[in-house]
């Protein structure tokens, strides 16, 4: 590998150490590294410095994140049992809680990191709302982070539904009639979320298909807008 | 970033590396291992019957028809006749399809490739490289006793 290149980076460090490790995994980043650098890029953005106002409160947005990657790779894993029908869902949920090894493990995780990641999300716009870093020219950015809040109060309350129990259907039945309280267009918005009248197989099929399929799509979406843009526009100033 | 150890000496930052790469080794090993229990097939996890022996109604198979059920997690096929009662796997043993009773013809016929089986698993005809395995079956009362 082109050492000389990278004389400066060659202190011994935690990350060198990771960097060496991942490097271990053998010929192909080798190849790789010369042609795209990317033992550069990684430590650029391991190492890339954050003001010095920068406190723990500042980590509410990553930790954030870190528990929607938990929800992902657990989210994946439910998937692998659970089934989206009215008669095989609560069945399948309480299969993946008593007799799926770790199955209760995946289930409390996915739970418990659901209501953290609301939690957390709140705590970081409490963040930047007091130390005022949505302002411009960081105004759009705490735009897609409204977005980001809706689609994780969307994950939670479509969530809701899947395990098929009681509490899970009255919730539903109580949370889907609230916009029929609307003027005009609201018994359409309800029979439209419900795909249907009531609460059944359908509202069943439509709310796994926007938890799994849809809010997923559009946290991406969200989600890059909202770190590129912080990326490029760095951390907001010291109050 | 400083040097983290002078000399020989067991610095303080080499021991705080090694226990963070302790730990984050240990997370990770833990991860996979509970991933790869979560994910891998067992008898609890896919929820089927793999039991010695599996009981059917009489009345669910009529002289002269057939019906596939899962015998130690894998498919069989049960067929009644005048003779009696037969079962056995009914994965083809060319290519893996499941194989059908052809009260007609009398025999056991594979729907991909047209290989041919007798109700003993010998192989009549077409492209099958082994004989059908076969399990004991027999009539008790009202139930068909398999195995």
Redesign the interface.
Same mark, same amino acid.
């Given at each position: 590998m082109a050492d000389n290149e990278h004389k400066d980076l060659e202190?011994?460090?935690?990350f060198r150490?990771i960097i060496n490790l991942i490097s271990l995994t053998g010929f192909v980043y080798g190849p790789l590294d010369d042609r795209l650098s990317i033992r550069e890029a990684l430590e650029k953005n391991l190492k890339k410095p954050v003001p010095d106002h920068v406190n723990w409160l500042f980590c509410f947005g990553g930790v954030t994140f870190l528990l929607f990657i938990v929800q992902a790779f657990t989210g994946v894993?439910l998937l692998?049992?659970y089934q989206p029908t009215t008669a095989e869902a609560y069945k399948s949920v309480v299969?993946i809680t008593n007799?799926?090894?770790?199955?209760w493990?995946?289930r409390g995780i996915h739970h418990w990191a659901a209501n953290l990641m609301s939690v957390f999300c709140l705590l970081h716009m409490l963040r930047v709302f007091f130390y005022g870093a949505y302002k411009a020219p960081r105004d759009f950015n705490w735009v897609t982070g409204v977005m980001l809040l809706c689609v994780t109060l969307g994950f939670g309350f479509t969530g809701y539904l899947l395990p098929w129990n009681q509490i899970s259907y009255w919730a539903t039945t109580v949370g889907t009639e609230v916009p029929s309280a609307m003027p005009v267009a609201g018994d359409l918005i309800k029979m439209l979320i419900r795909g249907g009248s009531d609460i059944s197989q359908a509202t069943l099929t439509r709310f796994f298909a926007i938890h799994v399929l849809i809010l997923p799509a559009a946290i991406a979406v969200f989600l890059i807008s909202h770190f590129l843009m912080i990326r490029r526009q760095g951390i907001s100033e010291a109050l | 970033?400083e040097?983290?150890s002078k000399g020989d000496v067991f610095g303080r930052r080499t021991f705080l590396?090694y226990m963070? +790469?302790f730990g984050v080794t240990s997370w990770a090993l833990l991860t996979v291992y509970?991933?790869g229990?979560?994910?891998?097939p067992?008898k609890?996890?896919i +929820?089927t019957n793999t039991e010695d022996s599996v009981s059917i109604p009489l009345s669910d198979v009529p002289e002269g028809s057939s019906r596939k059920i899962r015998y130690k997690a894998n498919p069989a096929i049960v067929v009644r006749t005048k003779e009696g009662v037969f079962a056995l796997s009914a994965v083809c043993p060319h290519l893996g399809c499941l194989v059908n009773w052809h009260d007609g013809e009398k025999l056991i016929e594979c729907p991909c490739h047209a290989a041919k089986f007798d109700l003993r698993g010998n192989v009549l005809g077409g492209p099958a490289p082994k004989p059908l395995e076969t399990f004991k079956a027999e009539i008790k009362e009202n139930v068909i006793k398999i195995g």
């Amino acid at each position: 590998m082109a050492d000389n290149e990278h004389k400066d980076l060659e202190k011994r460090t935690s990350f060198r150490e990771i960097i060496n490790l991942i490097s271990l995994t053998g010929f192909v980043y080798g190849p790789l590294d010369d042609r795209l650098s990317i033992r550069e890029a990684l430590e650029k953005n391991l190492k890339k410095p954050v003001p010095d106002h920068v406190n723990w409160l500042f980590c509410f947005g990553g930790v954030t994140f870190l528990l929607f990657i938990v929800q992902a790779f657990t989210g994946v894993l439910l998937l692998m049992y659970y089934q989206p029908t009215t008669a095989e869902a609560y069945k399948s949920v309480v299969h993946i809680t008593n007799n799926v090894p770790f199955g209760w493990l995946m289930r409390g995780i996915h739970h418990w990191a659901a209501n953290l990641m609301s939690v957390f999300c709140l705590l970081h716009m409490l963040r930047v709302f007091f130390y005022g870093a949505y302002k411009a020219p960081r105004d759009f950015n705490w735009v897609t982070g409204v977005m980001l809040l809706c689609v994780t109060l969307g994950f939670g309350f479509t969530g809701y539904l899947l395990p098929w129990n009681q509490i899970s259907y009255w919730a539903t039945t109580v949370g889907t009639e609230v916009p029929s309280a609307m003027p005009v267009a609201g018994d359409l918005i309800k029979m439209l979320i419900r795909g249907g009248s009531d609460i059944s197989q359908a509202t069943l099929t439509r709310f796994f298909a926007i938890h799994v399929l849809i809010l997923p799509a559009a946290i991406a979406v969200f989600l890059i807008s909202h770190f590129l843009m912080i990326r490029r526009q760095g951390i907001s100033e010291a109050l | 970033m400083e040097e983290s150890s002078k000399g020989d000496v067991f610095g303080r930052r080499t021991f705080l590396d090694y226990m963070i +790469g302790f730990g984050v080794t240990s997370w990770a090993l833990l991860t996979v291992y509970v991933t790869g229990a979560y994910l891998w097939p067992s008898k609890k996890s896919i +929820g089927t019957n793999t039991e010695d022996s599996v009981s059917i109604p009489l009345s669910d198979v009529p002289e002269g028809s057939s019906r596939k059920i899962r015998y130690k997690a894998n498919p069989a096929i049960v067929v009644r006749t005048k003779e009696g009662v037969f079962a056995l796997s009914a994965v083809c043993p060319h290519l893996g399809c499941l194989v059908n009773w052809h009260d007609g013809e009398k025999l056991i016929e594979c729907p991909c490739h047209a290989a041919k089986f007798d109700l003993r698993g010998n192989v009549l005809g077409g492209p099958a490289p082994k004989p059908l395995e076969t399990f004991k079956a027999e009539i008790k009362e009202n139930v068909i006793k398999i195995g």
